[in-house]
């Protein structure tokens, strides 16, 4: 048999388990967010300003895992709800600084506890060990790949 005829079956899909994962954290961790008026790729973007210091729009979607455009729209949404300022940068005025405002800083540092239990609880169901070893398969799944435009 060449393997033309192979019956591929959903539930043995790795993809299919890591989206259908991705997606029930993501439900359990936006529904807390909106408590906060969080969207998650909102919040990961205040995550990476407020405790990864990114402060250039590039490095944040980087770090998000974002594309440029999706990273503009966050940003934009962020700054009309006040949550955070952009300002051309110090060392070079082409470009461009984001920081959180105090009313920015408010709200991520009043959701941070609320975020960090939503993650705990799926967190809690794996030793460490094999929260590592996910963390490094996921990692070596997804090297090399393009990032999701969120």
């Known amino acids: 048999m060449d393997g033309t005829h192979l019956k591929f079956g959903l539930h043995d899909s790795v993809g299919h388990h890591v989206s259908r994962t991705a997606r029930i954290i993501e439900r359990r961790v ?3 967010l909106r408590k906060f008026g969080f969207t998650r790729v909102g919040w990961c973007v205040l995550l990476a300003v407020a405790e990864e210091g990114k402060k250039n ?3 944040i979607a980087d ?3 974002i594309d ?3 990273t503009s729209r966050a940003l934009r949404v962020l700054e009309t709800d006040g949550l955070i300022a952009r300002e051309m940068g110090r060392d070079d005025r082409r470009t461009t600084e984001v920081r959180l405002t105090e009313l920015g800083e408010a709200q991520f540092r009043a959701a941070l506890p609320t975020c960090r239990e939503a993650m705990q609880h799926f967190h809690g169901k794996l030793s460490l060990d ?18 999701p435009s969120d």
């Open 30 to 32: 936006e529904a807390d």
């Open 57 to 59: 729009p590039s490095d």
């Open 63 to 65: 770090f998000v895992g």
């Open 68 to 70: 440029r455009t999706a």
């Open 130 to 147: 094999e929260l590592m070893t996910l963390k490094a398969l996921l990692t070596r799944l997804s090297a090399g790949e393009l990032p």
